[in-house]
């Protein structure tokens, strides 16, 4: 079956430096989504990606699509401690069966 | 404005006993989720329903049953709970009609089962 796999599983910065965290799929993807979850809350949506190479910007954090449409990623600059939380791709693998595989996430402390 | 809310946020249970975690959305979303969170393993999706009365099973099934006889509730059974039940259960529901394929997640409920 399909798997979503994400790297690094943990990640401590320092509040300013920058903060990449990559997801690979063993499947081509027809979108993929990025989801935050804070810690004790519930995983909140914050953005979709669906065209092969696009590239996306929410405010300091950009995430990209791959060209092959397997593997993404989510970049945030200048990290601040409210990005505190772990981090989940999800992806999706056709349109018509909204079954989403959730990566294994990565979980990001900021060290004030 | 009630969104999707589960019930109930905790519970400890015995093991070998039946539970059943109750999941209520208010938008008639057509898609409805469960998914377990466990450190390591990220959400791992149980089951899921693309419509009332149509469910399938997702990554890891076993031991669990769920119904949907109403779109807007969408309960998942533990028959006879196990030790390697205890986790966070997430419930999420979709609007795929709109187009767009987001999920929207309820708070969880802990479940540890001694």
């Known amino acids: 079956g399909q798997q979503v796999m994400q790297i690094p599983q943990y990640q401590h910065v320092q509040e300013g430096e920058d903060f990449t965290t990559y997801c690979n799929s063993s499947?081509?993807?027809?979108?993929i989504q990025w989801y935050k979850q804070r810690p004790g809350g519930h995983p909140v949506f914050l953005i979709q990606?669906?065209?092969?190479?696009e590239v996306k910007k929410q405010k300091r954090l950009t995430f990209q699509f791959g060209e092959a449409k397997k593997n993404s990623s989510l970049h945030i600059t200048a990290t601040q401690t409210t990005d505190v939380g772990t981090y989940f791709c999800a992806g999706l693998s056709n349109f018509g069966n909204e079954k989403l595989t959730f990566g294994t996430g990565t979980r990001l402390t900021i060290i004030p | 404005d009630a969104g999707i809310t589960q019930s109930p946020r905790y519970k400890i249970t015995e093991t070998g006993r039946q539970v059943t975690l109750m999941c209520h959305q208010t938008?008639?979303?057509?898609?409805m989720f469960w998914y377990r969170q466990d450190l390591g393993h990220g959400l791992r999706l149980i089951y899921y329903?693309?419509?009332?009365?149509?469910?399938d099973k997702g990554e890891v099934p076993d031991g669990y049953v769920v119904s949907r006889s109403k779109t807007e509730n969408f309960p998942l059974t533990l028959e006879s709970a196990t030790r390697s039940q205890t986790s966070v259960y997430f419930c999420?529901?979709?609007?795929?009609?709109?187009?767009?394929?987001?999920?929207?997640f309820g708070q969880g409920t802990r479940l540890t089962v001694v």
């Open positions: 999420a529901s979709s609007d795929v009609r709109s187009g767009a394929t987001e999920a929207f």
């Open positions: 990606l669906v065209k092969s190479g």
């Open positions: 499947t081509t993807l027809s979108n």
């Open positions: 329903s693309a419509a009332a009365d149509i469910t």
């Open positions: 938008w008639s979303h057509s898609y």
